[in-house]
């Protein structure tokens, strides 16, 4: 076989070999489950619920808490604290409140609204400064010894004025508002020194002294005011009161002038005269008042030899006084023969023409 042939018979058509299959029985279809022969559930024909859409609902609002506290300037309460509420982020109102004597200095943490964290403002007060208190000493003429003192404070603060160092053993007199309280108006304290530190004295029984030998005359008791005129040996003369220094030296008032005599004799009468010294009889005047009101002023006695009295024109008193003594006066009358009359703090009265009322 040539090759020809071979390859002709390669592909040449061949059958099909037949091929047994097994019959194949038909099945009968299982019966479908009839719209009526089958239960129907109880929600068969409910309309299928649609998906439910949230109520909105507004938050609540938070409630806040705020703390005022309301300080002096040592951080002590003025008052018990103020606790506000609010909403959150609402604003704060703060009360303003006023304390007297004194002014709101500082605001410390100071919130406009209200947090969810508890809020503390505190408000600082300071005391107000009142008008000042003028310290004056001077001597007995009204010269003055040192400079004023200036006392200030607050509104209504106690004040308590003093003499100047070293001048304490020295005071004289010193004016009612030694120590008071700082107001909204300048108070004036008056303090009244001796330089010498003279106790005064009336001469009671002794009512002359006779010179054994000349002596000369001074103005005031002090050497500083010695004068050119000499008193004769053997004189007399009257006596109205005595000032005596710590170390015991004894002035004399002559009546206006004084004389430190080293050599003299104290007399009750005076033998030249032929009568004693009578007292001069009370009046007995019957004057009605027409006019009384209570005071409370301060004033200085013109003179050093004056005459009080126990009532207007009612037993009188004749007094030796030092100059200038500084009086407090409660009471002032006027009669009707007009004259005016004080009344002194120890209930003597003197006329209105004896005294010089300090200016208020």
Request: aromatic residues 10%; negative net charge; charged residues 15%.
């Amino acid at each position: 076989m040539n090759l020809i042939s071979l390859l002709q018979s390669l592909f040449k058509k061949r059958p099909k070999p037949v091929v047994h299959q097994q019959p194949v029985q038909a099945t009968r279809p299982e019966p479908t489950t009839s719209s009526v022969d089958q239960p129907v559930n109880d929600d068969f024909f409910d309309v299928p619920e649609q998906p439910s859409t949230p109520i909105a609902v507004a938050p609540q609002p938070k409630i806040c808490h705020a703390t005022i506290h309301y300080l002096d300037e040592h951080n002590q309460p003025l008052r018990s604290p103020i606790n506000l509420t609010g909403n959150e982020h609402t604003a704060i109102h703060l009360p303003w409140l006023k304390f007297t004597g004194y002014y709101l200095a500082n605001i410390h943490n100071l919130q406009q609204n209200f947090d969810q964290s508890p809020i503390t403002i505190w408000l600082t007060y300071l005391p107000k400064m009142a008008a000042p208190v003028f310290v004056i000493h001077r001597n007995l003429d009204g010269g003055p010894l040192v400079k004023p003192q200036l006392l200030r404070g607050a509104l209504n603060e106690p004040y308590q004025a003093k003499p100047f160092d070293g001048g304490v053993n020295f005071v004289q007199h010193v004016s009612a508002n030694q120590t008071g309280h700082f107001q909204e108006k300048t108070q004036t304290v008056v303090f009244e020194y001796d330089p010498l530190n003279l106790k005064y004295a009336d001469t009671n029984d002794v009512r002359y002294i006779q010179l054994l030998a000349s002596t000369p005359v001074y103005e005031k008791p002090s050497q500083e005011t010695k004068l050119t005129t000499q008193l004769p040996k053997h004189s007399i003369w009257r006596l109205f009161g005595t000032a005596t220094t710590t170390a015991g030296t004894c002035w004399y008032n002559l009546g206006g002038y004084w004389i430190l005599p080293t050599e003299h004799e104290l007399l009750a009468t005076n033998p030249y005269l032929k009568q004693t010294y009578q007292v001069p009889p009370q009046f007995n005047l019957d004057y009605q008042t027409i006019t009384a009101e209570d005071v409370t002023l301060q004033g200085h006695i013109l003179g050093s030899t004056v005459t009080l009295w126990q009532a207007p024109y009612i037993g009188p008193v004749r007094c030796q006084l030092q100059e200038q003594r500084a009086v407090n006066l409660i009471q002032v009358v006027i009669l009707d023969n007009h004259s005016r009359w004080y009344e002194l703090s120890n209930h003597y009265w003197i006329l209105a023409s004896l005294v010089t009322v300090d200016e208020v």
